[in-house]
Structure formats: structure tokens, C-alpha cells
């Protein structure tokens, strides 16, 4: 807020904007020990003991896996999304039931559906990070 002339503070535009985004290490903290990236973007491979989670909580990871290859410039904007049959081969779970959950996902804001597949969407990043810590 801007200070007026009489000392009081004036809203401005720049008052309306919120940062929804996390950072870099908010990212990394909340795939640690849940996924081991590579560096040719195809496959997020799931740690041993978060193999064993609700599929939910592994497909909201996988796609937020996505977002950190993206930081790094190792996919495109395009590549966030993947079709269904791509994440039930990283959780290792029946495309049937996995495209049922992410529809459900769909259903709570944390995936978008695209031409492309499902992806998690920029603007839900912080949602599903938060959602990995539940």
C-alpha cells in the first residue's frame, strides 16, 4: 500500500496480486524421498517406500515431478501433460483405475485435463504440494 498525503495507506493495484507460486526448494522438498528423476524426462521412478502409498498421493507426485523436469528445462510447457497410460506406467497401476483418480483429481483442482493428457497446472502447484503433505 502507498502512503497517502494525511499519512494514511492508500490500496493500490499491486495490492490485488497474490504470489501462489513455490519456489525451487518447496518443490524439491515435497518430492524428496518420493521420486528419483532422470535426466531424459521419460520416466519418474517412484522410491521404494513411497511405491506403497495411495495411488492418489503418487499421481499428484509424478505430476509434480513434472514440474520440477520443467525447471530445469528438460521438458517443454507442452510435455507437462501426459496421457493417462503414461502415469499408470510410472505408479504401476491399471489405466482404467488410474484415469478414474485423475478425473477425481480433475474433480478436486489439482490436474487439468488437456489435448495432451492430464497435467497439473501451473496454478495448482502449491494446492498439490500441499495435498502430498496431508
Request: proline letters at 4%.
Amino acid at each position: 500500500m502507498n502512503e497517502s498525503k494525511g499519512g494514511k495507506n492508500r490500496p493500490t493495484l499491486e495490492d490485488l496480486f497474490e504470489d501462489r507460486s513455490i519456489d525451487d526448494s518447496g518443490l524439491a522438498a515435497a518430492l524428496v524421498n518420493k521420486v528419483i528423476l532422470t535426466k531424459d524426462a521419460q520416466n519418474v521412478s517412484l522410491v521404494d517406500d513411497f511405491a506403497q502409498a495411495p495411488i492418489k498421493k503418487r499421481l499428484v507426485a509424478v505430476g509434480l515431478a513434472l514440474h520440477a523436469l520443467l525447471r530445469r528445462n528438460l521438458i517443454t510447457e507442452e510435455e507437462l501433460a501426459r496421457p493417462t497410460a503414461w502415469y499408470a506406467e510410472q505408479t504401476q497401476e491399471r489405466p482404467k483405475t488410474v484415469g478414474e483418480l485423475l478425473s477425481q483429481l480433475k474433480g478436486r483442482r489439482l490436474f487439468e485435463r488437456t489435448e495432451n493428457g492430464y497435467r497439473v497446472p501451473g496454478w495448482a502447484v502449491r494446492k498439490a504440494v500441499a495435498y502430498l503433505g496431508e
